[in-house]
């Protein structure tokens, strides 16, 4: 993730936009709580949830250096309203919801 940061600075003077909107429900993923692989799950939450803490985390200092900026945290229906079978979206769709 830094080297994301980095790329944007150099590139474009600084960060003053995040828009964290990420996520992944991999078709074989849709199982019972006692059948999901945990290697599965680790996966599902490091991207789903993990990736806008770090975004975030490496971000905000260079938005500080400018005065500031705006982050903006999207998240799916999942959060709201989930489906049979999709257990790991369920929590990690709600926390970014405001």
């Not at 429900?25 to 019972?32: D, F, G, H, I």
């Not at 803490?53 to 200092?61: A, E, G, H, R, S």
Request: hydrophobic share 40%; charged share 15%.
């Amino acid at each position: 993730m830094p080297r994301v940061v980095e790329t944007a600075v150099s590139e474009w003077g600084g960060v003053d936009i995040l828009c964290n909107n990420v996520g992944i429900q991999p078709a074989n993923s849709y199982l019972p709580a006692h059948e999901f692989p945990e290697e599965m799950w680790d996966r599902i939450i490091d991207v789903n949830l993990k990736s806008f803490f770090l975004m975030t985390k490496y971000c905000v200092p260079e938005m500080k250096k400018r005065g500031g900026g705006a982050i903006i945290n999207t998240a799916s229906v999942q959060g709201l309203q989930s489906m049979q079978a999709c257990l790991p979206m369920q929590p990690v769709r709600a926390v970014p919801s405001p």
